[in-house]
């Protein structure tokens, strides 16, 4: 014990005796103080800590009573114990109702005193485990929300074992309120897209929005389930209920449509609510992993309330379209035909519930391969294509709907058929090369740089360059370089040296070289021969 004890008293050996009686080691007293009067007692209470008041009731500058009540409601955790030498009933009685601890008579025998600050002690004990179970619980309802979502958290990420003993001790250690009785319904809400663009910050806010309007609209007033983040994009609501209270799973449901279609209305988004079933603590993990399975699966539907044990998908694969079709569209159609194409059979496999991710995938392989060989035959290169961001995000959400492929192939279809026309344009090509050229004189051109700017193959763009103006690309570089050169040195008074760094030549030596292999002479003896 570290207790602190304030004796006060007007008759100095009364404290002398009562200090001479008590054992403070032995009570695990720390410190003792002495006053004389109420005045003194107050400036002890307001410059240290008084665990236990000793007190007479009979002094010439105020009584005990009122030093009490003064007590009592500035620091009512003090326990107080009154020694007087007045058997006053009148007095005893009110000490006792002002909540005094004890009442002694002078003189007291060492051992009732001693029992009686000992009972004192128990009082304090008792009244701090109190104030610590207070300010526990008032930390738990503080962060309640956050200890059960991080508690359903772990149990459905298998940082809890999905045992009913290893649930049972994680809810009796955090003050989970779930008994044995408990059963629980998850919703699962999925945000399948954003319609409008947003920066990170103005999506998480959103995020925040759907959270708080699925715990008002799916959970309601009663205190009865949480909402919280299960991952990027994902929401989970639990409900829970006794095993003997059924659900109004058709409430549940269209409080989940009311809630679809607020947040499409609202919320800038596409999601769609997936519907669990009614399951104990320990089957939640194996049921929210099913739910997220059926969500991955939901390729073709937005804004809709999908239950758990129900399928829009057949028990049997879909038959992926033949290759030949689509890739003599691209050969010999329009953009519009083969984009039409590809939508018919993505529609009859929504139709015909034949549709989900590993279907979509499969079909999205196809039609890479497809588009790919094209490009190929076209001598266009697909990764200077489809190498700028919005083509890299369009082909990353392919995957994820219907919605989203079809979104990503008029993209992908667009953009390869214009260069497959521009290509066969090969004076649009030679051009484009040959004005690319000039206006990057200074630059150190490489054939593959060059080739980069009409999305083309080195080697065929060189033959279709080599056709046209019976120049290699690499020769065409170099002559249009000493060309600018005579040009900059008859026409302008710079230096040899800044004519040579103007045409990509950073050393001197080597421009003269290539000068006078071209021209006869030298660029120095070219300005003052012609200039």
């Known amino acids: 014990m570290n207790d602190h004890l304030l004796i006060v008293d007007d008759e100095i050996h009364a404290i002398e005796g009562v200090k001479a009686d008590l054992d403070l080691q032995k009570l695990g007293i720390s410190e003792l103080y002495t006053a004389n009067n109420i005045r003194q007692a107050k400036e002890w209470f307001e410059s240290a800590r008084i665990d236990i ?14 030093l009490l009540t003064w007590v009592k409601e500035r620091y009512p955790h003090t326990v107080t114990i009154f020694l007087t030498s007045h058997a006053d009933f009148k007095y005893a009685k009110e000490a006792l109702s002002l909540g005094s601890l004890d009442y002694l008579l002078k003189p007291v025998l060492a051992e009732e005193l001693e029992n009686a600050i000992r009972k004192a002690q128990a009082v304090i004990d ?21 200890i059960i979502e991080r508690f359903w958290f772990d149990l459905i990420h298998h940082s809890i074992p999905s045992q009913q003993a290893a649930i049972r001790e994680q809810v009796e250690q ?8 408990s059963v629980f319904f998850p919703i699962l809400i999925s945000i399948q897209r954003w319609n409008k663009e947003m920066k990170s910050r103005d999506e998480k806010i959103l995020e925040y929005a759907l959270k708080n309007s699925a715990q008002e609209m799916l959970i309601g007033s009663h205190d009865n389930g949480i909402c919280f983040q299960l991952d990027r994009g994902l929401l989970l609501v639990i409900l829970m209920s006794e095993r003997d209270i059924p659900w109004n799973e058709e409430r549940l449901r269209e409080a989940a449509g009311l809630y679809v279609e607020s947040c499409h209305r609202y919320f800038y988004c596409n999601l769609s609510c997936y519907l669990g079933r009614s399951a104990e603590a320990h089957e939640m993990a194996g049921m929210v992993a099913a739910l997220r399975d059926r969500d991955r699966n939901n390729v073709a539907y ?16 879909a038959q992926l379209p033949e290759l030949g079709a689509l890739s003599s569209l691209l050969k010999t159609g329009t953009k519009e035909s083969v984009k039409h ?6 529609d009859d496999l929504v139709t015909n519930h034949e549709i989900n991710a590993d279907t979509l995938h499969q079909f999205s392989q196809n039609f890479i391969q497809v588009l ?16 700028d961001e919005p083509s890299r995000r369009l082909s990353e959400m392919a995957g994820r709907s219907v919605t989203d492929m079809i979104v990503w192939v008029h993209h992908a279809v667009n953009k390869a058929m214009y260069q497959a026309e521009a290509v066969k344009e090969n004076d649009t090509v030679v051009l484009t090369v040959k004005r690319f050229i000039a206006l990057n004189m200074d630059q150190d051109m490489s054939r593959e740089t060059i080739a980069e700017q009409v999305y083309l193959n080195p080697d065929y763009l060189s033959r279709i360059f080599k056709k046209e103006t019976g120049y290699s690309i690499s020769d065409y570089v170099l ?10 040195l008859l026409q302008t008074n710079v230096s040899v040296s800044a004519v040579a760094s103007s045409v990509g030549y950073t050393n001197f030596s080597h421009f003269a070289k290539i000068f006078k292999k ?4 030298g660029p120095t003896e070219f300005r003052n021969k012609l200039g």
Not at 53 to 66: A, R
Not at 309 to 314: L, S, V
């Open 53 to 66: 008041l000793l007190c007479d009731i009979e002094m010439p500058q105020g009584n005990g009573l009122e």
């Open 126 to 146: 008792k009244n701090s485990e109190n104030n610590r179970n207070v300010k526990f619980h008032q930390l738990w309802q503080k962060h309640q929300s956050f």
């Open 174 to 181: 955090h003050h989970i309120p779930i008994t044995e009785d």
């Open 302 to 317: 937005i804004n809709r309330v999908l239950a758990l044990d129900r399928t829009e998908q057949a028990d049997y694969p």
């Open 341 to 346: 194409e590809v939508e018919k059979y993505l």
């Open 372 to 387: 790919y060989t094209f490009l190929n035959t076209n001598g266009i290169q697909a990764h200077h294509l489809f190498g």
């Open 479 to 488: 002559l249009e370089k000493i060309n600018k050169a005579k040009e900059l």
């Open 518 to 521: 071209y021209v006869g002479t």
